[in-house]
């Protein structure tokens, strides 16, 4: 007994010493709010850490620094370094990979330590049943090989996720930064306005003083003046709004903001719209929220051949040795098979052919309304430039108009509150057609959105497939 005994401790010591040999160890990661906020607050458009970024994404060094004036494809690429919506979908895919590494674990040997004192003792040795035994499961008809399959599928889709949270974080820089470019030059065009029209009122107000204007005329001047100032103080109020909204999409504090110079070249002209078929295209290889669903369908297909796999029943072997009343017993069987009698894991294979058929019906979906989006983004886009076009027209009309009243008012054959009244409308004529550039801008934002595709080359802004990982 004593031989057996001492057999059966070193085995367990050395099975427990491989077993906890491995073992992780916990270390807390406290999260401090104060510090958390500090850190945002000191967020800024020219850190040397930004800067760093930047020269890997663009594979060369950034001179001058800080950047004297930002463009739409450098505010990308500091709301891909910054944005926090960019740092869950990283942290999300973190996840689905580790979860490969928890599908592709083997299974965990199970240690056993039978011990039994048996009286009447029937043998002639000392009267216990001692030693130690592995049940060591083998798992049979590829199993292991379908859950790491769905987990590569679920953590391709998450990758993927990563790409479609990028771009929606650059049409929301794009988009921020087209309604401080509107918000700014409505400003301009608005000062101009609203002070022509209080020359307006001092001018008829004079007139009436001296019988020449009705009390209607300077009422009229007077509401016209008013709703000039309203509008202007709404442009300025519009462009905090948007610089507020900037500095979310980039994930900075407001003050970041401060004392940047944007380049709006790109928002100047649009180009044109790609053909249709090209359009289509596009969006059936490059919508990577479409990618992400292909992926998940695919997951779904493993998950099921892993339910279909599971009808065959997994081995458990046996190995072991033990001390039984005087006699030592070495065992080599198996532990046990389980019988698919009653049930053959039909319940699972309903459920998984279910979860595929709803994931099918959700790609399908997606892509139904991606081409619905795509066709009425390109229309809405073509009607848009049509309409910039004809504004031009318009504008060009008016510009006629005022030099013809400039003329006359040199020569003498017009009057001043004429001539003034004339650049009124010739502000407004301007005010209609930035307009119609920004609303043809914003319809080429929701284009490059049904395609996930930019419409035009992007300086300083690689593909987003491109950057969306790092950071």
Known sequence: ?????????????????????????????????????????????????????????????????????????????????????????????????????????????????????????????????????????????????????????????????????????????????????????????????????????????????V????????????????????????????????RAQLATAIGVPVTALDDIQFDDEAFVTAPPAPPAADAQREAVFHRLDLLASLAEYAAAESALQLEVAKQYPDIHFGPGYTYDTGTHKIAFGLAGITLPVFDQNQGGITQAEAKRKEAAARTAALQDTIFNDLDHALTHYQASRDAVQLSVTRLATARKQLDSQAASFTTGTSDRLTFTQARADYEASEIAHLDAVVGAQQAAGALEDAMQRPLAPESANPTVTQQEISR
């Not at 409505?186 to 001092?202: D, M």
């Open 1 to 209: 007994m004593r031989r057996s005994l001492l057999l059966a401790c070193p085995i367990l010591t050395v099975t427990l010493t491989v077993v906890l040999t491995g073992c992780a160890t916990y270390r807390p990661q406290p999260i401090a709010p104060m510090q958390i906020a500090q850190r945002f607050e000191e967020r800024t458009l020219a850190s040397a850490e930004l800067r760093a970024y930047l020269a890997r994404q663009l594979g060369h060094d950034i001179d001058p620094w800080p950047l004297p004036r930002w463009n739409r494809g450098m505010l990308t690429l500091a709301a891909d370094y910054y944005s926090p919506v960019l740092d869950i979908a990283r942290a999300q895919w973190g996840t689905a990979k580790a979860g490969i590494d928890v599908a592709g674990a083997m299974p965990n040997p199970v240690l056993q330590l039978p011990f039994q004192y048996t009286t009447p003792n029937p043998g002639p040795g000392a009267p216990w049943v001692v030693g130690p035994g592995l049940d060591i499961p083998i798992e049979t008809a590829h199993k292991r090989g379908y859950r790491i399959d769905q987990a590569s599928h679920l953590s391709e889709a998450a990758r993927l996720a990563i790409g479609n949270e990028a771009w929606k974080v650059r049409a929301q820089v794009r988009d921020a930064l087209l309604s401080l470019y509107a918000a700014r030059q409505h400003t301009a065009l608005l000062a101009r306005k609203a002070g022509a029209q209080q020359q307006i009122v001092a001018m008829v107000t004079k007139r009436r003083s």
């Open 211 to 242: 019988g020449e204007n009705s009390g209607p005329d300077v009422d009229a001047a007077v509401l016209a003046a008013t709703q000039a100032q309203a509008d202007l103080a709404a442009a300025r109020s519009a462009a905090q709004d948007a």
